[in-house]
């Protein structure tokens, strides 16, 4: 990141005090991680509740580093410190502040996307489309949290036109805290489902958290929502002209037509997507809406959903030497997004022999057990060749599977080497096989047991 600004203007931005170096001296690079730290960077000392960087303050530290931006009271005596320190209070809130004080340099359309599914792929298309038509600054991967948010922000020079940022949240408070650092113009909220009920207990405190991105817009901001989701379509009539609807109602600004197909603004576009499922068409409408919004051609809308190809884990195409089909999409998983992804596979692979590999669906709190079962009973109804379980909260899906009977395989373990091998006789040419489960589950482990590699 090429910041553009002095050691003074960090320190007073971050809420803290130079101790040791030149205030008019140019900042390099700002780096949390000593694993990437590169020569010149300056290293953020971020406290968390498993670690603390302070811990990382060495001599060799100060060798490769510019400087420090460490916790008052933190430098040990006896440790050699680097041209530069700043302290401060709170690192994180510095780090924030920072960020704040570096997006208000920009005066660009801001994007903010959260909501309960969808928002990376959301992300991804929209910045396949503002690339289009100007230089686009992104949230990289999952930074999408209190730390991850600042560091993307961070990243905004003078070049670019558009700025997109993915704003995740597992608590009340949590949208409002990253909304605050960047600032957004335009908000998207794609969806809402029953994720992180461990925290929020309800699904109208979940709202309200996701909401917290409208509170944040300026009065004249526009918010584009899923008008299908019963939820969202409450807030168009508090909206007014400010709501950007999509979805497959006609009268949404972006509604789906068909396969391959959205209508924009009354105007038909045919789009030949990378992607399959319900799930990826809402993703595309969210996207193509949020370009409108933001004065996009619909060609170059197009153009971009066209360019758009599967982020890393989410609906990844992936090969085997079999010749079977994979698809893996093991980085996240809620009920809303358990069944989408399954229903997008049956339909994408109707004609093959179908292989699921599910795993624990965390974050559910005291709904688990039952958001477990009903995804039981309801894979008891699919045509499926074989399911296989894995983790102690997918017990309830076995449990419902079990009782119903169906015509397929049902296996479960409380880890994948439990089935491992029967798995992998399955892998056939002929045969689809879906792996879904959240990120903890490390599916990933698996699919590189099975040799399984990602199609470039």
Same mark, same amino acid.
């Given at each position: 990141m090429k910041l553009e600004m002095t050691w003074d203007e960090l320190a007073r931005a971050a809420g803290g005090k130079l101790l040791r170096g030149d205030l008019g001296r140019g900042v390099g690079p700002i780096c949390t991680d000593t694993r990437t730290l590169q020569a010149g960077d300056v290293f953020w000392a971020l406290q968390g509740p498993r670690f603390d960087a302070h811990d990382l303050l060495t001599k060799d530290l100060a060798a490769k580093a510019s400087g420090w931006i460490m916790a008052l009271g933190r430098l040990p005596p006896s440790t050699a410190a680097p041209d530069h320190v700043v302290v401060v209070p709170d690192t994180l809130k510095a780090l924030q502040a920072l960020a704040a004080h570096h997006r208000r340099r920009f005066d660009i359309p801001i994007v903010g996307i959260t909501g309960s599914n969808g928002k990376t792929t959301t992300k991804e298309m929209l910045l396949c489309i503002c690339r289009r038509v100007g230089a686009t600054c992104a949230t990289l991967g999952n930074h999408n949290n209190q730390i991850g948010v600042p560091l993307s922000v961070l990243e905004l020079t003078e070049e670019h036109r558009y700025g997109i940022f993915e704003?995740?949240?597992?608590?009340?408070?949590?949208?409002?805290?990253?909304?605050?650092?960047?600032?957004?113009?335009?908000?998207?909220?794609?969806?809402?489902?029953?994720?992180?009920?461990?925290?929020? #207990?309800?699904?109208?405190?979940? +709202?309200? $958290?996701? *909401?917290?991105?409208?509170?944040? %817009?300026?009065? @004249? &901001?526009?918010?584009?929502?899923?008008?299908?989701?019963?939820?969202?379509?409450?807030?168009?009539?508090?909206? #007014?002209?400010?709501?950007?609807? +999509?979805? $497959?109602? *006609?009268?949404?600004?972006?509604? %789906?037509?068909? @396969? &391959?197909?959205?209508?924009?603004?009354?105007h038909r576009v045919k789009v030949a997507l990378h992607t399959f499922g319900l799930l990826s068409r809402y993703n595309?409408?969210?996207?193509? *809406?949020?370009?409108?919004?933001?004065?996009?051609?619909?060609?170059?809308?197009?153009?971009?959903?066209?360019?758009?190809?599967?982020?890393?884990?989410?609906?990844?195409?992936?090969?085997?030497?079999?010749?079977?089909?994979?698809?893996?999409?093991?980085?996240?998983?809620?009920?809303?997004?358990?069944?989408?992804?399954?229903?997008?596979?049956?339909?994408?692979?109707?004609?093959?022999?179908?292989?699921?590999?599910?795993?624990?669906?965390?974050?559910?709190?005291?709904?688990?057990?039952?958001?477990?079962?009903?995804?039981?009973?309801?894979?008891?109804?699919?045509?499926?060749?074989?399911?296989?379980?894995?983790?102690?909260?997918?017990?309830?899906?076995?449990?419902?599977?079990?009782?119903?009977?169906?015509?397929?395989?049902?296996?479960?373990?409380?880890?994948?080497?439990?089935?491992?091998?029967?798995?992998?006789?399955?892998?056939?040419?002929?045969?689809?096989?879906?792996?879904?489960?959240?990120?903890?589950?490390?599916f990933e482990d698996v699919a590189a047991d099975l040799q399984m590699q990602a199609i470039s």
């Open positions: 704003l995740a949240d597992s608590k009340p408070g949590d949208i409002a805290e990253v909304a605050r650092i960047a600032h957004p113009t335009l908000a998207v909220i794609t969806n809402l489902g029953p994720d992180h009920l461990e925290f929020y #207990g309800t699904m109208e405190k979940n +709202f309200q $958290t996701k *909401a917290e991105l409208i509170e944040a %817009l300026r009065e @004249e &901001g526009q918010a584009v929502i899923n008008i299908d989701d019963p939820w969202l379509a409450g807030l168009e009539p508090r909206l #007014g002209s400010r709501a950007v609807t +999509f979805g $497959t109602n *006609a009268r949404a600004r972006v509604s %789906l037509a068909g @396969e &391959g197909e959205l209508i924009i603004d009354r595309a409408a969210a996207a193509a *809406a949020a370009a409108w919004a933001l004065g996009i051609p619909r060609e170059a809308i197009r153009k971009g959903l066209e360019d758009y190809r599967p982020a890393h884990w989410r609906m990844e195409p992936m090969r085997h030497a079999s010749g079977c089909s994979v698809i893996f999409d093991a980085y996240n998983a809620n009920p809303a997004s358990m069944r989408a992804a399954i229903e997008a596979f049956c339909e994408e692979f109707s004609k093959q022999a179908k292989v699921l590999v599910l795993g624990d669906m965390r974050e559910l709190g005291p709904e688990s057990t039952r958001f477990h079962k009903e995804l039981g009973e309801w894979l008891a109804t699919l045509p499926l060749s074989a399911v296989y379980l894995a983790g102690p909260e997918i017990q309830p899906t076995f449990q419902a599977l079990s009782d119903a009977k169906p015509g397929f395989r049902v296996r479960h373990g409380s880890a994948p080497e439990a089935w491992l091998a029967d798995l992998r006789r399955d892998c056939a040419k002929g045969t689809a096989v879906l792996f879904k489960a959240s990120r903890a589950m490390r």
